[in-house]
């Protein structure tokens, strides 16, 4: 008899220690999508102003066809891309290509006056700034959401339900910095 | 970050419950005064009062009367998208669970200020002058200082501490007039017995009036300025550049105007001091922000990373000092956070005159002026209650028409 009760608390114990563990681990996955939609909001806004830009800067632009050729290249790339990872590389490319116009403008002083430009150039670089603070978070929270998937005692958990590792959202920095500065 | 914003809550909690208990101390004392017989205890009972209503107040309208006060006014993103795109930025990058309110302040003097007892309901401030002087990655700066004292919950902790202060200076001018005008009458009413027991509490609640006051706000002040470099650490952490902030603070510091619509009381919300200082000697005790220079030093000396961690040693190198200014909590946070580079827009140049007409057709936006530019060059300002449908350009006479 005692040993049956025995039996019966060591289950109840186990069964609600793996309750507490998946519910957590669901949580941490619901916090990297989360994390992940506001990036992504982000870069579908970013490929809606690429056009406009496109549009605003050709009449001006005679000379620069390699690098708006790039850009939209580089732009139904990242669309088209379905992973992490490859949204990443993709969306790195895209940011080089951009920083290259953005470099050539300063050789066109009638767009640099164009409002229409200005407000299209603030609209972008405050897109990307987002990008770059919303990959930030990302990246902490699908670290702290793989770590818990490796770690004992949680991995049995993840290993019984099908955890899956998320992918880091990382944009080479090599890309990012081949953008070359501009002085004066 | 959590753990930080832990950290500043307990320390805060300590702090106000000194003032609390100043406050309860000046309460008995007064009571005392007049009534020796139990009239410690109706003292407390009318502290508790001015102090509940006072709170109230400012709890639920607090942030509507200092944006009224300031004469600031809420803005939409289409009369400066720049601005909002900053906030927004920032409201990311702070992980606010809310957009911040964005208000334009009418005024050329540099400043800014953040409202909101709860992130989910905050507001931020600047003036016309400042968004005309500061470029983008400037203008980030000084939004994330104001974003991290909504996130640290400074706004909070300064409203109720500024409300403590306030009843504890209150209570006490209340009391010292009222001994000029009649406080005698009760003193010779009492028996003789008590009368020199009486005449000590008299003398301590005078000194306690005289004292309380000025102890209460010299507290007030220092840690209203280490908030200041809390904040300036945050910014960084949030902007990861730290030549931003420091620049906007250079141009704030060399500005020539005054704020005209801040007060004594108003004055911890700015980023920066809004009130010159007349006589510099007691600046270091009785300033509600620390030095200007000695911040921008600060923020220059980061090198490396732009965690606590690193502004935390900035701060050792230029105070020379050892004293902690970040919650151990925060610097407990090791991963190195990259510097950003400087936005590769364009800024104007800071000419006098440029800068004047910015700020003026900041101001007119923010009123609801229309613009028309003329073929011609000029600008063609409209104000709001221009009810004709069309106008003729004042330099070369061309006809415009208007939509509305």
Redesign the interface.
Known sequence: MTGLIILLVVVAVVVLFVISMYNSLIQLRNRVKNAWSQIDVQLKRRHDLIPNLLETVKGYMKHEREIMENITKYRSQAIDASTVGEKAQAEGLLSGALGQLRVQVENYPDLKANQNFLALQEELTSTENKISYARQSYNDQVLFYNNKIQMFPSNIIAGMFKFLQEEFFQVEDEKERAVPKVSF | MWELIEANKRKSLILFFSLGLTLLLLGYFFGSAYYPDGGGFIGIFFALVIWGILSLISYFSGSKILLAVSGAKEVTKEVH??LF??V??MK??A?LPAMPKVYIINEAAPNAFATGIKPENSAVAVTAGLLARLN?DEL?GVVAHEVSHIVNRDVMFMTFAGIMLGSIVLISEVFLRSLWFGGGRYSSKSSKSSGQGQMIVMIVAIVFAILAPILAQLLYFAISRKREYLADASAVR?TRYPEGLASALEKIANSTEELKTANKVTAPMYIANPLKQKGQKLTDLTSTHPPISERIRILREMSGGANYVNYQNAFNKIKRSNSQIIPSSGLADQTS?GL??A????SSLGLNKQMKRDTGDIMMKVNQYAFIQCTCGLKIKIPPDYKKSELFCPRCGRKHSILN
Do not use: H, L
């Open positions: 998208p720049q795109n900053v927004e930025e990311i990058s992980g983008r980030q949030y956070i950003k580079e936005t590769v827009i364009p």
